[in-house]
T-cell receptor
């Protein structure tokens, strides 16, 4: 079974609107971390946001927020007020305690922001 | 700004030659670095975990004699693709483990990647 599932291969959003990128995960570890990275066409992976499994509140970083629903094992990324520069590939990743800091990545979602 | 650099950003070589890619952590020490490979329109595939002062840990199916990893200092890890062949053409990207600013966990910060083309 896939550990990280991103069901949306591609998403379109208009500038200034909000968009949600889906991510579900599968683990039996009680302690884990969830990460989102952005990969523009240049190739660099840019860290966006982190959510720990024991964190009581949803993580937020500027226009990025993580909708963490532990019981559903989902960690959706919400981007508010989309900008043209947000067009990129977005990857959800998980680190399990048993994984010694290694990350398991989802297949990614390509986000296109239109004017 | 960038916290991890990678060099070269792009390399084209002939089949049979070896290519060395450098990954450096900027302004911090990284005892652990990671090497990934990414094919077009696909996700990252972990190749190996590089630990300073010890042998790298390779993922299943990754040939350690083919992809030599050296982590000789706390700021530098190198990946050498030996006797490269066209099927080794790919995007190689490294990351370094660093404590999140203001946080109590480590996260991986990635370099800009190296595009290798083997003719």
């Amino acid at each position: 079974a896939q550990k990280i599932t991103q069901t949306q291969p591609g998403m379109f959003v208009q500038e200034k609107e909000a968009v949600t990128l889906d991510c579900t995960y599968d683990t039996s570890d009680p302690s884990y971390g969830l990460f989102w990275y952005k990969q523009p066409s240049s190739g660099e992976m840019i860290f966006l946001i982190y959510q720990g499994s024991y964190d009581q509140q949803n993580a937020t970083e500027g226009r990025y927020s993580l909708n963490f629903q532990k019981a559903r094992k989902s960690a959706n990324l919400v981007i508010s007020a989309s900008q043209l520069g947000d067009s990129a590939m977005y990857f959800c990743a998980m680190r399990e305690r048993s994984g010694y800091s290694t990350l398991t990545f989802g297949k990614g979602t390509m986000l296109l922001v239109s004017p | 700004g960038a916290v991890v650099s990678q060099h070269p950003s792009r390399v084209i070589c002939k089949s049979g030659t070896s290519v060395k890619i450098e990954c450096r952590s900027l302004d911090f020490q990284a005892t652990t670095m990671f090497w990934y490979r990414q094919f077009p329109k696909q996700s990252l595939m972990l190749m190996a975990t590089s630990n300073e002062g010890s042998k790298a840990t390779y993922e299943q199916g990754v040939e350690k004699d083919k992809f030599l990893i050296n982590h000789a200092s706390l700021t530098l890890s190198t990946l050498t693709v030996t006797s490269a062949h066209p099927e080794d053409s790919s995007f190689y990207i490294c990351s370094a483990l660093r404590r999140l600013t203001g946080g109590n966990t480590d996260t991986q910060y990635f370099g800009p990647g190296t595009r290798l083309t083997v003719l």
